[in-house]
């Protein structure tokens, strides 16, 4: 009998889980099954329990349901715990055990796969919603130069930054929150567009004025070419979408569930064939 996973959201038919643990799997020789759970919005609970009762494993959870997780998780690991949010459940025995793995992915991603390190960098984090929560942690212990949070509703990311103050040691020149506006004339390394605007065709009010001599710009969102990743090519910088991302905080969790760090090359390129179609 395979081991039961899933990914519960609503919606989730867009995820892409399903065919990334797929070939972890194959990559891996481990038996499992990963299927989708769609949980009706005032339902997370009761899918999730119903999920484990019968047999489940583990579930990755997606919008909007990553802090009603974090809730019903019986002990919270590594990064959930200040993150408020979780993305990964375990359960083990009558525990449900949360873990918050998108963090890891974002500087698996940065470090490994784009080989640029965090470590003395000046970071721009956009965005102060759950994404921007679960990678402050992670990006802080990688020990940046400086990282400086804007957000377009600014107390919202008055409040992350406050969220974080005790780890703001980790940066060399601490952390700081700041609306768009007062960016310019500052220069970062990294500016991480953890905003959906890009979903939207949209993105945040940066000015171009942010990108240091090869600067990456790294944007979450990977289902399309936003307008941030062009924007930050039109500006000399280097771009990257989410997607690495994606498969990164993926492989963190089957890592959790089944004890094996699968290679996540084939992954990616698979996924990004999948896309050009
Ligand atoms: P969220 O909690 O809904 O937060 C959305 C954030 O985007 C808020 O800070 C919001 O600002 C900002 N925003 C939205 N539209 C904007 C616009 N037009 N201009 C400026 N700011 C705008 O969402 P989330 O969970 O943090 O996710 C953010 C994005 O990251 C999503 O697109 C998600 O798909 C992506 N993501 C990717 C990965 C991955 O593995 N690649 C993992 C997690 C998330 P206000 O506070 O002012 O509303």
């Given at each position: 009998?395979?081991?039961?996973?899933?990914?519960?959201?609503?919606?989730?038919?867009?995820?892409?889980?399903?065919?990334?643990?797929?070939?972890?799997?194959?990559?891996?020789?481990?038996?499992?099954?990963?299927?989708?759970?769609?949980?009706?919005?005032?339902?997370?609970?009761?899918?999730?329990?119903?999920?484990?009762?019968?047999?489940?494993?583990?579930?990755?959870?997606?919008?909007?349901?990553?802090?009603?997780?974090?809730h019903?998780?019986?002990?919270?690991?590594?990064?959930?715990?200040?993150?408020?949010?979780?993305?990964?459940?375990?359960?083990?025995?009558?525990?449900?055990?949360?873990?918050?793995t998108?963090?890891?992915?974002?500087?698996?991603?940065?470090?490994?796969?784009?080989?640029?390190?965090?470590?003395?960098?000046?970071?721009?984090?956009?965005?102060?919603?759950?994404?921007?929560?679960?990678?402050?942690?992670?990006?802080?212990?990688?020990?940046?130069?400086?990282?400086?949070?804007?957000?377009?509703?600014?107390?919202?990311?008055?409040?992350?930054?406050?969220?974080f103050?005790?780890?703001q040691?980790?940066?060399?020149?601490?952390?700081?929150?700041?609306?768009?506006?007062?960016?310019?004339?500052?220069?970062?390394d990294?500016?991480?567009?953890?905003?959906?605007?890009?979903?939207?065709?949209a993105?945040?009010?940066?000015?171009?004025?942010?990108?240091a001599?090869?600067?990456?710009?790294?944007?979450?969102?990977?289902?399309?070419?936003?307008?941030?990743?062009?924007?930050?090519?039109?500006?000399g910088?280097?771009?990257?979408?989410?997607?690495?991302?994606?498969?990164?905080?993926?492989?963190?969790?089957?890592?959790?569930?089944?004890?094996?760090?699968?290679?996540t090359?084939?992954?990616?390129?698979?996924?990004?064939?999948?896309?050009?179609?």
């Amino acid at each position: 009998m395979p081991h039961k996973y899933a990914v519960i959201g609503n919606p989730v038919d867009h995820s892409l889980s399903p065919a990334i643990h797929a070939e972890f799997a194959r990559a891996t020789g481990h038996d499992i099954a990963y299927g989708r759970v769609l949980a009706p919005l005032d339902g997370f609970r009761a899918a999730v329990l119903k999920f484990r009762d019968e047999g489940g494993s583990g579930l990755n959870v997606t919008l909007p349901f990553k802090h009603e997780a974090w809730h019903l998780s019986s002990t919270r690991s590594g990064f959930a715990l200040a993150a408020g949010a979780v993305n990964t459940l375990a359960f083990k025995g009558g525990e449900i055990v949360g873990h918050n793995t998108d963090g890891i992915g974002l500087v698996r991603d940065l470090t490994r796969n784009l080989r640029v390190p965090v470590r003395g960098k000046r970071v721009l984090l956009m965005g102060a919603g759950g994404a921007s929560y679960g990678v402050m942690e992670p990006t802080l212990r990688e020990q940046p130069q400086s990282l400086v949070v804007a957000n377009r509703t600014l107390e919202k990311a008055i409040a992350l930054v406050g969220h974080f103050e005790k780890l703001q040691q980790y940066a060399l020149e601490g952390i700081a929150a700041r609306p768009y506006d007062a960016l310019a004339g500052t220069q970062f390394d990294i500016v991480i567009n953890a905003t959906s605007a890009g979903l939207e065709d949209a993105m945040p009010p940066v000015p171009d004025s942010v990108f240091a001599p090869g600067a990456l710009a790294y944007d979450m969102v990977y289902v399309k070419r936003t307008p941030f990743i062009q924007f930050a090519q039109e500006h000399g910088a280097r771009a990257s979408d989410g997607l690495g991302m994606l498969v990164e905080q993926a492989a963190e969790s089957f890592f959790i569930w089944r004890g094996v760090y699968p290679e996540t090359r084939a992954a990616i390129a698979m996924l990004r064939r999948q896309m050009q179609k």
